[in-house]
């Protein structure tokens, strides 16, 4: 699509563990517009992490990546040089991992850590990195004059803050960001989704969201990535794809989470757990965990994602019967009958 900051096309990536493969992402498909905020969700496990560092290409030693482009701003990431990645880095593309708000170095003062981007990465002189320092804090909504506390002195919200201050400081056109508000309450959540959304709309960028947490997704993404066991299930604007999904692992997920400007109403888990990725079954690989399944499912090879309209896509086989497999996917003896 015009416009799109970042095309992800057919990526693969394994782990080698002994003498076997972790395919830990088949061939996922998707694409982030340009002045977006595009969530990746699915479960623990399906390979969302390993897309946000095989975007940047910060990935342990035992991956690799098999195939697939990722084309950003016209160039493939994935076939780049080291050199020409490293240019990328933190300019382009800012990359906020998984507990970033803990791995901040407790014996620095916060000022020092920012400095170290803006000066080391940035080449901005000392003043100049002060300067831009006290900006982006102001940008986060931390007072400036708490440049000069150490990590320990932030309750976790304002760590978060801080983290998302570092990703900033050199203007990236898109910001990747895994879990940024996991391990916090709801409320610090909202408050921090609120800042994310409000500084990806005034500086126009894009970020990717990494997160577990559909509800997350709802709550601030324009967009919804959905992947299951290594593969993207389905993907879309948000608001359809949540009013009308298309992929049972889409349905049952979104019947699995309290929403997270409400209280809670009956929460419906999905029974069982996602496949072994040393040796993903053929065929869709949510089958045995779907109460819609069908013999087809498992023979008819890898289910590639169809457009069902409008930009939405899914990989389902009974795409055309979608709107009666939402009616049964609503009731939870649908999914307890799986059990
Ligand atoms: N360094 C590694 N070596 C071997 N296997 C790995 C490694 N890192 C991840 N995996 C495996 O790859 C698969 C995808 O993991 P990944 O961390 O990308 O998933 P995730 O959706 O981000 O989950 P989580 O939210 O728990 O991090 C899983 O099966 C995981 O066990």
């Not at 003043?127 to 320990?152: C, N, Q, S, T």
């Not at 699995?256 to 869709?284: K, N, W, Y």
């Not at 008819?300 to 795409?319: K, Q, T």
């Amino acid at each position: 699509m015009d416009g799109d900051i970042l095309r992800v096309n057919g990526l693969k990536i394994s782990y080698a563990v002994g003498d076997e493969k972790v395919r830990a992402v088949d061939d996922a498909t998707f694409s982030i517009p340009g002045g977006s905020i595009v969530g990746l969700v699915g479960e623990s496990g399906c390979g969302k992490t390993t897309v946000a560092r095989g975007l940047t290409r910060v990935m342990t030693k035992n991956a690799s990546i098999e195939g697939g482009e990722a084309i950003f701003d016209g160039a493939d990431l994935m076939s780049m040089s080291e050199t020409e990645m490293n240019r990328l880095r933190w300019r382009d593309i800012a990359f906020v991992p998984q507990s970033a708000m803990n791995s901040l170095d407790p014996v620095y003062r916060i000022e020092h850590q920012l400095n170290e981007v803006l000066v080391q990465r940035g080449g901005h002189s000392r003043k100049d990195a002060r300067r831009r320092a006290e900006e982006l804090f102001d940008m986060v909504g931390i007072e400036p004059r708490r440049l000069k506390d150490y990590p320990h002195q932030f309750s976790g919200g304002m760590r978060q803050r801080v983290a998302i201050a570092l990703a900033l400081a050199l203007n990236p056109k898109l910001v990747i960001a895994d879990e940024p508000v996991t391990a916090l309450d709801v409320i610090v959540q909202r408050q921090i989704l609120d800042t994310l959304k409000d500084l990806q709309e005034k500086l126009g960028i894009s970020v990717i969201l990494v997160t577990h947490d559909i509800s997350v997704v709802a709550y601030v993404c324009d967009r919804i990535v959905v992947m299951y066991a290594g593969r993207v299930v389905e993907s879309g604007d948000t608001e359809t794809v949540l009013t009308k999904p298309y992929h049972p692992y889409t349905m049952g997920l979104y019947n699995a989470f309290p929403d997270l400007q409400s209280s809670a109403g009956v929460l419906t888990p999905i029974e069982g757990h996602p496949p072994d990725l040393r040796h993903p079954p053929t065929g869709c690989r949510f089958a045995q965990r779907c109460p819609f399944a069908q013999d087809r499912c498992t023979t008819s090879g890898e289910i590639a994602l169809s457009d069902v309209g409008g930009g939405h896509f899914a990989a389902c086989l009974r795409s055309d019967e979608a709107e009666t497999l939402r009616g049964d996917a609503a009731k939870s003896e649908t999914w307890a009958a799986m059990a």
